[in-house]
């Protein structure tokens, strides 16, 4: 096998293999090592298997509720084995295919434990073996490992990070899930959705605090409306292990406070996954957990960039795949073109949730002065026809320029949705750019322009403001 190389990436995740196969088409003699599946952790243990598995939960939640549409289905059951196989289908083949992808391109793929040497040279480790390659550059993305809270019993047996949870054979009767950002809160809307007895605990004072509060508020009302018993601005104290499974002791708002569950699900985010990273004398940069970088995703190691979750605030796969276009683009001599300000985020619940750009609670903190458009959605066709969560549609553009500068959305599709709003963040365009556009009839997507509408208290579909007398 060749041992020199002009690109070696480490990590087969989003943004690694796209990094090298990016990096192949523009003829750079590029290799990919990682020591698990290629795909990473959103392939394998997050994004994907946590999509298939929202995807089978509202499937069976919609036949259960089929009656709403004069259709009758009796004895509706699932088979959790079954599902999980649906799930790892679905990871199977989209693992081929990146497989087919690297191969097809030209990318030399080797398995093993990577470790960056110095004078960028690169050590790979499969069970005794230990080979060492070269290259002019080098992209570490090596994504991220699930973070824990250091209280007290936090390593017993029956504690469960995001990834334990899809090991899991059968359904859990009862789970405490302690963070309520969007692993919490998707893990939530799953297993709620297949009978178990959710208990959702969230330190700070409403559940996925990055997100527009009013969509924060609305999420903590529909998940307990699943059944789901929701504590905000509540501490985990201490675990105990009881004989069916585990307590957890906690404080809400300064009363102490206990819940008992089969299993706990510790759902408090991930950090950069750097163990076993770099050799002996490799001395690099860092910005607390994460590896430090400049506006070019270079380390202070010339010739060595950290990509996603090793860099970046931002922990989402479609980032670290912007961001490793960019550098191979760089590389290579491509082009790109990619804003990588403007990066939407989502949540799969139902209603889904998506949001990009800043929030009127963050523009009233800037100071910035802007106009809001808001569409409930309860008036549109497509949402009434499907019996959709009721959910709303929130633009928020700059109150001098009109100029886009963000939007939340909350109702069925909102996760497609977003990227219209995306396109137009990205390209500095008005209320009335938008408005240019005509939306079909009846979609979802037609609520976009009732909301762009009621910017200036214009949407049709919207009762007017009584006017004070």
């Given at each position: 096998?060749?041992?020199?190389?002009?690109?070696?990436?480490?990590?087969?995740?989003?943004?690694?293999?796209?990094?090298?196969?990016q990096?192949?088409k523009?003829?750079?003699?590029?290799?990919?090592?990682?020591?698990?599946?290629?795909?990473?952790?959103?392939?394998?243990?997050?994004?994907?298997?946590?999509?298939?598995?929202l995807?089978?939960?509202?499937?069976?939640?919609?036949?259960?509720?089929?009656?709403?549409?004069?259709?009758?289905?009796?004895?509706?059951?699932?088979?959790?084995?079954?599902?999980?196989?649906?799930?790892?289908?679905?990871?199977?083949?989209?693992?081929?295919?990146?497989?087919?992808?690297?191969?097809?391109?030209?990318?030399?793929?080797?398995?093993?434990?990577?470790?960056?040497?110095?004078?960028?040279?690169?050590?790979?480790?499969?069970?005794?073996?230990?080979?060492?390659?070269?290259?002019?550059?080098?992209?570490?993305?090596?994504g991220?490992?699930?973070?824990?809270?250091?209280?007290?019993?936090?390593?017993?047996?029956?504690?469960?990070?995001?990834?334990?949870l899809?090991?899991?054979?059968?359904?859990?009767?009862?789970?405490?899930?302690?963070?309520?950002?969007?692993?919490?809160?998707?893990m939530?809307?799953?297993?709620?959705s297949?009978?178990?007895?959710?208990?959702?605990?969230?330190?700070?004072?409403?559940?996925?605090?990055?997100?527009?509060?009013?969509?924060?508020?609305?999420?903590?009302?529909?998940?307990?409306?699943?059944?789901?018993?929701?504590?905000?601005?509540?501490?985990?104290?201490?675990?105990?292990?009881?004989?069916?499974?585990?307590?957890?002791?906690?404080?809400?708002?300064?009363?102490?406070?206990?819940?008992?569950?089969?299993?706990?699900?510790?759902?408090?985010?991930?950090?950069?996954?750097?163990?076993?990273?770099?050799?002996?004398?490799v001395?690099?940069?860092?910005?607390?957990?994460?590896?430090?970088?400049?506006?070019?995703?270079?380390?202070?190691?010339?010739?060595?960039?950290?990509?996603?979750?090793?860099?970046?605030?931002?922990?989402?796969?479609?980032?670290?795949?912007?961001?490793?276009?960019?550098?191979?683009?760089?590389?290579?001599?491509?082009?790109?073109?990619?804003?990588?300000?403007?990066?939407?985020?989502?949540?799969?619940?139902?209603?889904?949730?998506?949001?990009?750009?800043?929030?009127?609670?963050?523009?009233?903190?800037?100071?910035?002065?802007?106009?809001?458009?808001?569409?409930?959605?309860?008036?549109?066709?497509?949402?009434?026809?499907?019996?959709?969560?009721?959910?709303?549609?929130?633009?928020?553009?700059?109150?001098?320029?009109?100029?886009?500068?963000?939007?939340?959305?909350?109702?069925?599709?909102?996760?497609?949705?977003?990227?219209?709003?995306?396109?137009?963040?990205?390209?500095?365009?008005?209320?009335?750019?938008?408005?240019?556009?005509?939306?079909?009839?009846?979609?979802?997507?037609?609520?976009?322009?009732?909301?762009?509408?009621?910017?200036?208290?214009?949407?049709?579909?919207?009762?007017?403001?009584?006017k004070?007398?």
């Amino acid at each position: 096998m060749e041992k020199t190389f002009d690109l070696i990436v480490i990590g087969a995740g989003p943004g690694g293999y796209v990094a090298a196969i990016q990096g192949a088409k523009l003829g750079l003699r590029t290799a990919i090592v990682e020591c698990k599946e290629v795909g990473g952790t959103c392939l394998n243990r997050g994004c994907i298997p946590t999509k298939a598995m929202l995807h089978g939960a509202n499937l069976y939640k919609e036949i259960k509720e089929a009656e709403r549409f004069g259709i009758f289905a009796e004895n509706v059951s699932f088979d959790y084995s079954k599902i999980m196989e649906y799930k790892e289908e679905t990871c199977f083949k989209l693992r081929e295919g990146i497989t087919s992808l690297l191969k097809a391109n030209g990318v030399t793929m080797i398995t093993g434990k990577a470790t960056l040497e110095k004078d960028k040279a690169v050590t790979v480790t499969q069970d005794d073996m230990v080979e060492t390659y070269q290259a002019k550059s080098i992209i570490l993305a090596t994504g991220a490992v699930p973070s824990k809270i250091p209280v007290k019993g936090s390593q017993i047996d029956g504690l469960l990070n995001s990834e334990d949870l899809f090991l899991l054979t059968d359904v859990p009767q009862s789970l405490v899930i302690v963070g309520g950002g969007v692993i919490g809160v998707e893990m939530a809307k799953v297993f709620s959705s297949f009978h178990t007895k959710i208990t959702l605990i969230e330190a700070a004072p409403r559940l996925i605090s990055k997100f527009d509060k009013e969509i924060a508020q609305s999420l903590k009302m529909t998940l307990k409306k699943q059944g789901v018993e929701v504590f905000t601005s509540s501490l985990l104290q201490s675990i105990e292990k009881e004989k069916e499974g585990l307590k957890c002791f906690f404080e809400e708002n300064g009363e102490n406070k206990e819940v008992s569950a089969q299993y706990v699900l510790f759902a408090v985010g991930r950090e950069p996954n750097t163990r076993g990273l770099f050799g002996e004398g490799v001395s690099i940069e860092m910005a607390g957990k994460k590896i430090a970088v400049d506006d070019g995703f270079e380390t202070s190691i010339k010739g060595v960039y950290a990509i996603g979750d090793l860099s970046s605030d931002i922990q989402l796969a479609h980032n670290a795949i912007a961001q490793g276009v960019r550098i191979a683009n760089r590389l290579g001599g491509g082009n790109s073109t990619e804003d990588l300000s403007v990066i939407p985020s989502c949540i799969y619940t139902n209603p889904e949730i998506a949001s990009v750009g800043i929030t009127e609670e963050e523009a009233k903190n800037g100071e910035i002065p802007v106009k809001v458009g808001k569409f409930i959605m309860s008036g549109n066709g497509k949402t009434l026809i499907s019996k959709d969560e009721r959910g709303f549609i929130k633009v928020i553009s700059h109150g001098e320029s009109g100029v886009i500068l963000g939007a939340q959305l909350m109702c069925a599709r909102a996760t497609d949705m977003v990227g219209e709003f995306t396109i137009a963040i990205t390209n500095k365009l008005t209320v009335n750019d938008m408005l240019k556009t005509v939306r079909p009839h009846p979609t979802y997507n037609e609520a976009i322009t009732e909301a762009l509408e009621e910017v200036e208290g214009q949407g049709i579909h919207v009762l007017p403001k009584r006017k004070r007398l």
